[in-house]
């Protein structure tokens, strides 16, 4: 069991918006560690997708958002396309466990 | 840009010990106030943070692993390395090296190497 938990799947037809929530604690999330948020396309490694709760590295497009309140954070993508197909992960601090932590992952299916 | 190879055994026989080296390259592994990570993640399922190194040698380790892991750096290769002692089945997995920056994201990621744990 993950330490930030996120929906196992969500999906969304092309050109719809989706969004993936990520919820923790007052040890991670809440205690104002940044989130951040990563791509897996199938077979690859993780992609780093927004850092710092709601920044966009260069080359991300701005079709990918995040956002932070309390103990969670929500990454929002709009205008959904075939090529989003991957798994999401949530990732921050938890000064409980000492460790960074991820969730688990969301499926992101596009009909 | 900075890219990063993780390099090492694929298979290894339990109660062994794992090794990974990470080779960074397009950039000096000392340079910025980066740490330099290992991370993990079995087949079909998520992702573990191992722990990570900082060049002048000081680490952090999960504690879930911390008894069985060692990290180290060699900055003359500009190359990490990752030691998983008395390995079981349980630590079969694509084993991720990645650099991990000030705000505590991981940028870049290597391609990950799988490591099958098997007699």
């Known amino acids: 069991q993950s330490v930030l938990t996120q929906p196992p799947s969500v999906s969304g037809a092309p050109g719809q918006r989706v969004t993936i929530s990520c919820t923790g604690s007052s040890s991670n999330i809440g205690a104002g560690y940044d989130v951040h948020w990563y791509q897996q396309l199938p077979g690859t490694a993780p992609k780093l997708l927004i850092y710092?709760?709601?920044n966009r590295p260069s080359g991300v497009p701005d079709r990918f958002s995040g956002s932070k309140s309390g103990t969670s954070a929500s990454l929002a993508i709009t205008g959904l396309q075939a090529e989003d197909e991957a798994d999401y992960y949530c990732?921050?601090?938890?000064?409980?466990?000492?460790?960074?932590?991820f969730g688990g992952g969301t499926k992101l299916t596009v009909l | 840009q900075v890219q990063l190879q993780e390099s090492g055994p694929g298979l290894v026989k339990p109660s062994q010990t794992l090794s990974l080296t990470c080779t960074v390259s397009g950039g000096s592994i000392s340079s910025g106030s980066y740490y330099w990570s290992w991370i993990r993640q079995p087949a079909g399922k998520g992702l573990e943070w191992i722990g990570r190194i900082y060049t002048s040698g000081s680490t952090n380790y999960n504690p879930s692993l911390k008894s069985r892991v060692t990290i180290s750096v060699d900055t003359s290769k500009n190359q990490f390395s990752l030691k998983l002692s008395s390995v079981t089945a349980a630590d079969t997995a694509v084993y991720y090296c990645a650099r991990d920056g000030p705000p505590g994201d991981f940028d870049p990621w290597g391609q990950g190497t799988l490591v099958t744990v098997s007699s």
């Open positions: 710092g709760n709601s």
């Open positions: 990732q921050s601090y938890d000064s409980s466990l000492s460790v960074g932590v």
